[in-house]
Structures are given as C-alpha cells and as structure tokens.
C-alpha cells in the first residue's frame, strides 16, 4: 500500500514526474485511509461526503500528464479536503445545518480555483462551529463557537487523542489534515475557525487579510470578518495553497482587498521562504493573553509557547516584550457577532438560489440545531439588523482604533509580528465541551487577528508534557503581510520541528 502519512506538495509533484506513483494511486490510499479511520477505527467523524467523482478526476489529471509531460497548474494532482461550509459542484452541501442541505450547481469561487489548479476535490469536511467569539461561546451550527458539534455529523474527534475536542468549526478539515486524510484541506475563519483547530491538531493554519480570498459560494457568519484559507501540515504547503486562493473575485466586492495588496514578492507567498528570516526578525511578545499559572492547563501551554520563543534569539531574533492599551474593551466592546450574524445569515439564505424558506428564526423555531449549543438563541433572537444596536456606530469606530493602536504599536517598535498562544489551553475534553464548562467563555486568542481584521498565523510549537496534546503559536501581522507571516512561521518549523502525525 502506498505510503501517504505527511506527504507535500513538492513530495507529490516529484513522484509523478518519476512515476513512483499515479494520482489515481494517491487518491485511492487516502479514500482507504479515510475509510479505515472516519467510519471505522477511531471513527474521527471528519468527513461529511466523499466525491464519487475524486477517483474519475485523478484519471483526468493522469491523462493530462501522459499527454502533455506538463503540469494542469500549481496543484497537479493534489487532494484537497474541502469545508462544508463551501459550495461544491454536485456535491451536498449543508453548511454544518440540516435545514441547509442542498447540491449546488457550481463551484465557489475558492473551489473553481482549486479544480483550475489541477487539484482534485477528495471530499467534505465537517463544519460545526467557529473559533470562540470574543472570550463568549455564541453556537449555531453556521459556523459560530469553538466546538465540533453539528446538527449535521455530530462530534468530530481530535485524532491526537479522541477523547478530545478537535476545535470548530474547520473541525472536520482540521482532523482530516492531521490525520492525513488528504494533502491540503480549506479552512474558513471568522473568530478563530482555522486558527483553532490548527493548534489542537498540530497544523499550519492562516486566516488571511478579510478579502484576499473569495467568500462567494461560502456560507457567512460575519461577513466584516469571515475568510477562507489554508489548513495544512507544512508551511510551504499554506504558501502554495494561498497562491491558488488568493484574487479578486468579482463575485465578492470584499476582495478589492486582493487587488490593494497585489501579487506576492517573486510571484509565490512561497518565495523567500528561508530557515534564516528569524535572524533579522523583531517579534513583539504579548505577555497579556498567556493564561494564568495557577491554571494547570494553561500552565502547560505556556511552558511549551515560552520553550519555543526562548529559542528565537538563538537564531538572532529581537524578541521585545509588548502591551496592547484597554485589550479586553477593544475585544468586548468591538464584537459585532450580537449586532449583524443573524443580518448576515438571513441575506445570504435569502438570496440562496436553492435554498428557499430557511432563515434564522425558521431554524431556531424547528429546534434543528445541535443540543450542546444551547445559546443560539442569542444570535436567533438577537437584532434583525445591524442598525438596530445603538451601539453599533461606536464599535465600528472602536474597532478602527483597535487596529490603529495595534499596528501603532508595531511601528513604534519595528515589529514584523506580535506572538501569543493561539489558545490558552490545549484541546479539552469532549465531555467538557458538551457539557457546562465553557458556556461562559472558552480562552482562545485567535479573536484578536479576528477583530483587528489582519492576517494571523498558528504554526505548532511543540506538545504538552503531561498530555501531549499539540500546542500553537500565533503570529500576527499587519494587513496584506500573508507572506511575511509566512516567511516567519517557516522559521519556526525550522528551529521548532514540531509537527509529527498522531499514532491512529
């Protein structure tokens, strides 16, 4: 049987070009690793759908190889996991809610792209909810908390341990690309969704710039925050995959961001990828949001997060110890999930061309939703409009002065990134998530780069002494720095090497 546990892009492409295997071979060993592992096994519950068409499509990008001795695109031949969240051509789509079940007629834009590319869809991934929101768990099954639990597909299992949570609400790819489902999977953020599950399954995870990549075709959660991008197991692989991703997209006026931050440096987020742009790095550490010691689970991550940042003046890196002035206001106050979710969710579901009659209320009254999300009421019985929160002009205020202090800061200090844990605990227990423990607020940090509306990054530094469970780091850069966030991360997988494939 064909080996696939942590291949790459690069791996892949050399291996077709000297016929050590066939995409076909590959698609075939990782729909038999799928099979083996989701619904069998430790049943990890990560994928949704599989394409009956993945295996007729590596037979077209065989023939086109055969053919032409060329390459389709950048992704020739690569198996691409893809969240449910994402319209797929003749594949269902729900967007992680049972009342939202429909095949759509085509691509989203992100998934168009991919097939261009060469990639091959392998399958669905499960989609419950989204990164925490502000420190305050706020569950719908569109995508909106930091848990794996769907209306959908239930639970999704962290592959590092399956007693635990794997994180949402890229859950599904999270698990998938960890447990070496596929080559790269897609991934969507709003407070923390990529980010997340990137930390608790030992993975690259971007969110880039609001707008670099296209929503059109995605389900929204909050349209001023939502964006897709890469969830890989190596950086260069997040490189590759944005080169694709990333572009103006008429379908999405959004991404007039795209064209404002232009093509990457030497054409590739990829270029000038180097084990040595940590020796002239000035990276802020920002001591506030590391957890509190007397917190056991906190306390294990942050020796992990510290071990690897004591590490970077070894390279030459500037470490400077930072503050950010009124944090936990800017992230309280600036939330606009309560003012313009439910707005969002019902003009998208509006205007859906296949789905007609659903909206926010229908699927609150039809009580179709996950039971361990018990506060989706908030968002259900919450404002109808954005405009009717008499607040909602400060925030929007606020919210750009959050950013001008931060990048502010940056400046002053000369920083390429600010470094924190993407999340303050490592992966809790599935019992606690469903359970009470969190539905006061679960510690992530990933709602900073969220609120701010800037690129992050969570690349793994290492596991926990007592559980080994998988920890991240988040970097965090200035609007349209994707490549140098990228740039840096690299560096720490060079100089942290943490990234291992769990034992299933």
Not at 248 to 269: C, L, V
Request: hydrophobic share 40%; with cysteine.
């Amino acid at each position: 049987m064909l080996s696939i546990d942590e291949l790459t892009i690069s791996q892949v492409h050399t291996a077709y070009q000297s016929g050590t295997y066939t995409c076909r071979q590959l698609v075939e060993a990782y729909l038999a690793r799928i099979d083996a592992l989701d619904q069998a096994g430790p049943k990890l519950n990560a994928i949704t759908v599989i394409s009956p068409r993945a295996v007729d499509e590596a037979d077209a990008v065989d023939a086109h190889y055969h053919q032409h001795k060329s390459f389709i695109g950048p992704l020739h031949g690569v198996p691409v996991i893809v969240k449910d969240q994402c319209d797929t051509k003749g594949l269902e789509t729900t967007y992680g809610n049972i009342c939202c079940a429909h095949i759509p007629a085509e691509d989203a834009t992100l998934v168009r792209r991919l097939r261009e590319a060469g990639a091959v869809i392998l399958a669905k991934s499960t989609m419950p909810v989204n990164g925490s929101i502000n420190w305050t768990a706020i569950p719908i099954d569109f995508a909106a908390s930091f848990n794996s639990a769907s209306s959908v597909s239930g639970e999704t299992l962290n592959p590092y341990d399956v007693t635990r949570e794997t994180g949402g609400s890229s859950a599904g790819t999270g698990a998938a690309i960890a447990a070496n489902y596929g080559l790269i999977g897609v991934g969507e953020d709003t407070g923390g969704s990529i980010r997340v599950p990137s930390s608790f399954c030992n993975l690259v995870g971007l969110r880039p710039t609001v707008g670099l990549v296209s929503r059109a075709g995605l389900s929204p959660l909050l349209k001023t925050q939502d964006t897709p991008g890469p969830m890989t197991r190596t950086v260069r692989d997040a490189a590759l995959m944005l080169d694709v991703l990333a572009g103006y997209d008429p379908k999405d006026p959004y991404t007039a961001t795209a064209a404002i931050a232009g093509r990457p440096e030497g054409g590739s987020y990829a270029t000038n990828l180097s084990e040595n742009v940590l020796s002239n790095a000035r990276i802020g550490v920002l001591n506030s949001v590391f957890g509190p010691e007397s917190d056991a689970e906190c306390a294990s991550v942050n020796e992990v997060v510290r071990s690897a940042l004591a590490q970077f003046p070894t390279t030459g890196t500037t470490l400077i110890d930072i503050d950010i002035p009124q944090l936990d206001h800017y992230l309280n106050f600036t939330s606009m999930f309560m003012s313009r979710s439910r707005s969002d969710i019902d003009s998208f579901l509006a205007t859906h061309p296949i789905i007609h009659g659903v909206t926010v209320e229908s699927i609150y009254s039809s009580q179709k939703f996950h039971s361990s999300l018990p506060t989706f009421n908030r968002i259900a019985t919450g404002v109808t409009s954005p405009y009717d929160d008499p607040q909602y002009a400060q925030r929007l205020d606020q919210r750009e002065e959050f950013q001008r202090v931060v990048i502010g800061i940056m400046a002053e200090y000369k920083l390429d990134a600010i470094a924190y844990p993407s999340v303050q605990i490592p992966a809790p227990l599935m019992t606690d998530v469903l359970g009470s423990r969190f539905n006061n607020g679960f510690p992530t940090n990933t709602s900073i780069g969220s609120q701010l509306r800037q690129p992050a990054i969570s690349v793994p530094v290492g596991f926990t002494q007592k559980d080994g469970l998988p920890v991240g780091l988040e970097l965090l850069g200035i609007p349209f720095a994707e490549q140098k966030l990228l740039q840096l991360a690299y560096g720490v997988e060079a100089l942290i090497g943490a990234r291992k494939a769990p034992d299933l």
